[in-house]
């Protein structure tokens, strides 16, 4: 049972375009999502965050929206640049005291931004 | 230095064996996880930790234990290693407390068991 998806194993992209990456999830008790990026042979490291009491949070060229209703959730990179060519992934949290303690991922899309 | 270590960064063994993984972390974070990684499939939670006397299953923990030293290091084992556990595994760390709780992981350790 996958709780949280990344329907896109893969997306391209020009350098100084838009690049959206889309996650969906099907536990209405996640209450916090967050982006991880990954590079080959390192660990993910953490990107930007969005709490369930908010519909946008941006951060520099990224920024996540986030629409409860239809429990989907979107990544936006402008522009793109040749380094964020990368693996993202989506994950969520059911919170509690301690947002984003335990996560649940999705399964990844690998971006590549040409320049 | 790098704040979240692991231990071997590769490693190719046989059916059977038994073999351990190490996680080593400087940021002083209370809480610390193992997770697998396998292709199409994101990263999967194995077990975590919460302080050294807190060690808790996650969606995978059949086939592993773990051991928490101390606040710093926290191993994951296979008993009897089989070849569906050949896979990426990585560790993290996060501070735990009131509040959001990002994780930082580790490089990881490619696993093969042949």
């Known amino acids: 049972d996958q709780q949280v998806k990344q329907n896109s194993p893969s997306l391209s992209v020009q350098e100084g375009r838009i690049s959206i990456l889309n996650c969906d999830y099907t536990n209405s008790m996640f209450d916090y999502f967050l982006w991880y990026k990954k590079y080959p042979a390192e660990g993910p490291t953490f990107l930007i965050s969005?709490?369930?009491?908010?519909d946008k949070n941006e951060d520099g060229r990224f920024t996540v929206f986030l629409n409860k209703s239809a429990k989907h959730l979107s990544l936006h990179i402008v522009p793109s640049q040749p380094g964020d060519s990368a693996v993202y992934f989506c994950a969520a949290s059911a919170g509690g005291e301690t947002s984003g303690s335990r996560l649940t991922f999705g399964e990844g899309t690998q971006l590549t931004v040409n320049p | 230095d790098a704040d979240v270590t692991q231990t071997p960064r590769n490693r190719i063994t046989k059916t059977g064996k038994r073999i351990m993984l190490e996680c080593s972390q400087t940021?002083?974070?209370?809480?610390m996880y193992w997770y697998r990684q396998d292709p199409g499939l994101g990263l999967q939670l194995i077990y975590y930790?919460?302080?050294?006397?807190?060690?808790n299953k996650g969606e995978i923990s059949d086939g592993y234990s773990v051991s928490r030293q101390a606040q710093a290091k926290f191993s994951l084992s296979l008993e009897s290693a089989i070849p569906n556990q050949t896979a990426l595994y990585f560790c993290?760390?996060?501070?735990?407390?009131?509040?959001?709780?990002?994780?930082?992981f580790g490089p990881g350790t490619r696993l093969t068991v042949l």
């Open positions: 930790s919460f302080d050294v006397k807190d060690i």
């Open positions: 993290a760390t996060s501070e735990g407390g009131v509040g959001t709780d990002t994780q930082y």
């Open positions: 940021k002083g974070h209370d809480r």
């Open positions: 969005i709490s369930s009491i908010k």
